[in-house]
């Protein structure tokens, strides 16, 4: 195991009804003035950015808003954000949506008190401060309510970059199942898949000796593969989205990643995907993580075999471990499959013809380094390979 | 699933040498003159206490010492620290030790605030405040270094009482798995079943749809299975030491227990049995947590069968689920037996006739209700019973 630091300080209020108290919350956490940021649609026609409002109203907390933030959230509106913010004083960012919502919260909140151009966080530069962002979370899927980090699109070139720092991690953050029962199928397997991503992406290390991690993410695969059929056959299946939504926050808070290395290549690889195709975050992953997952087995056929045989329950070929292993990937596969999530790139939109581009982009666009992943490094040419794999 | 709060702010460091940045972390977190709190031996003659200073000296912050803690720690030393740190204007309150250590240390934390007799918080009165407190933890086993609560006994009728409060947390902890290197086997078993027992505590509950706890308690129970018989036999696999020691943080800073509720009866017995007989803690856990598996067993055979099959691999008897839930129960016998633990009584000094005081003072002292438990609610006769089981 390596030496690590952990420190994950956000309050978290989980359940039926909390977010009536979130006026309470932003008080306890100093809230004078609070920009609530959000998306549209569904966060006011099911009342809840009313019922928001009113609790804030009841602790006497003024408030601006701002509303319209799209999946893949642009800086457009974040700069809208900081404006806003600046102009009103506003000493407090509350997020009232999903991933997406808070990603882009967090960069207002990092912009909000910087004189510079915020982009210069999602180029570098260390975030020190930020105002306090804390959360109302109606999606399950990203763990924005409980990580340190933001991704932001700039629209000039469609670039994606992220940022990471505590300064980011909210203060508190209101898990309420229920607000997620509207979610359509796709969306809710959308945000499934990206969870048992997180997981994946940590669970693949060379740190040898960390067990304690492996079967804490081993448990929070099971939950996922327990809970997710659930959803999908009914969606308001309260006690499913409590299970789904508390695993989504701990699959990235990074109590799983502690000491040890992660490898992160396929996050790399669809952040691809959805700059060109504007697919769902999730839905690239559905077929980028087993296409990934075919191609570096051979780096550690054991560890392809352990999560096949612990968590998908395919029983140990002590003789041809290799078989346990894919056996683990195709489980994968049709458990994806099941909860209605493509396979292919041509179900997002793709082509073959495409590929070039996007393993280009991938290894050099954006000022990457021609290199990425931290259990089996991939230059352009295996990324080209794994995007094949996809046909 | 139950409506929650959680909150866990403790910056943890974890690794290899890391005591020796001590020094830093209480600058960070603002403190200027510290209480060192540790018990004697082996933290003194590991050279262990010197780096503690060492590192404090590099960052000129003062100090004061207080050794001497002992298991159980004692209301006497603790009346002693709170003199201290008032006569000596302390304002950080560093734990170097296990659990006692740290326990003593919450307790004069609080108590150097506070105007009256510190104990008034080990009789109801809720915590409000108390100076910051900090560890570098030396045994795994109490999860005090990450936890709310503390436990002192009264010299006067070895009254043994406990308080909780966020005001309790940590602000940081040091945990270097090599510190525990040099712990003889039988303590290192004892916080093994320590560590345990905070999980079966939890795990054991009416509360339904808590599959993601349920999920990450088994895989924290594995972990436990699969690397003590390795310390066990060899006291310097640092690999393993790591492993138990973040299970030990896990199993006890209540991720595990969010949304359900717990039980905590075989913590309660077994705390007669430390008192009467000054056993370890964790010794006495070995005794009682079995008998209480036992006597409960029938209240939710289900459970029983499903940890037995889940965590212990026992083959599910679907047409008698209660021979898979017995031998679940068997099993962790066995387990506690391979790693030097007692199973009966007699082995902690007790004898058949002391049970009705037992029973009696578990039911009726220390201002106890008369009944314990939440997954079943036991009476006088049933703890005399679970007792009995114990012979």
Known sequence: ????????????????????????????????????????????????LDR?????????????????????????????????????????????????????AKAIALGAVYDGDFWDFYSGKFVEKALPVATVLTIAAAGSEGSTGSV??????????????????????????????????????????????????????????????????EGLLMTMIHEAPKVIENPNDYEARANIMWAGMLAHNNCCGVGRDQDWSSHD????????????????????????????????????????????????DYQHPERTAKAGIHAFRAFLRSIGMPQTLAELGGKAEDIPYLAHTAAYGNGNSGTMGGFVILQEEDMANIYRLML
Chains 1, 2 share one sequence.
């Open 1 to 48: 195991m390596n030496n690590f630091t952990f420190c994950s300080p956000t309050y978290f209020v989980f359940g039926k009804d909390e977010e009536n108290n979130v006026g309470k919350y932003v008080k306890r956490f100093g809230g004078t003035k609070v920009l609530i940021h959000y998306g549209g649609g569904s966060v006011v026609r099911s009342g809840l």
């Open 52 to 104: 928001v409002k009113a609790s804030l109203q009841r602790e006497g907390i003024g408030f601006v808003e701002l509303g319209g933030v799209k999946p893949n959230p642009r800086d457009s509106l974040v700069y809208e954000g900081i404006a806003l913010c600046k102009a009103e004083q506003v000493d407090f960012v509350l997020a009232v949506g999903g991933g997406s919502t808070i990603d882009s």
């Open 152 to 217: 932001i699109t700039k629209e000039e070139g469609l670039l994606k970059r992220s940022t990471d720092s505590d300064a980011l991690r909210p203060v508190f953050s209101i898990l309420n199942p229920a607000l997620t029962q509207t979610l359509p199928a796709y969306q809710t397997a959308c945000g499934v898949t990206d969870i048992m991503a997180h997981l994946f992406e940590r669970y693949f290390t060379n740190t040898k000796d960390v067990e304690v991690t492996d079967r804490v993410i």
């Open 269 to 316: 690889l669809e952040h691809e995907l959805s700059a060109l195709y504007d697919c769902a975050h999730g839905a690239g992953l559905a077929v980028v993580f087993p296409a990934w997952m075919e191609y570096t087995m051979r780096h550690d056929v054991m560890r392809f075999a352990q999560v096949a045989s612990r968590v998908w329950g395919c029983a140990m």
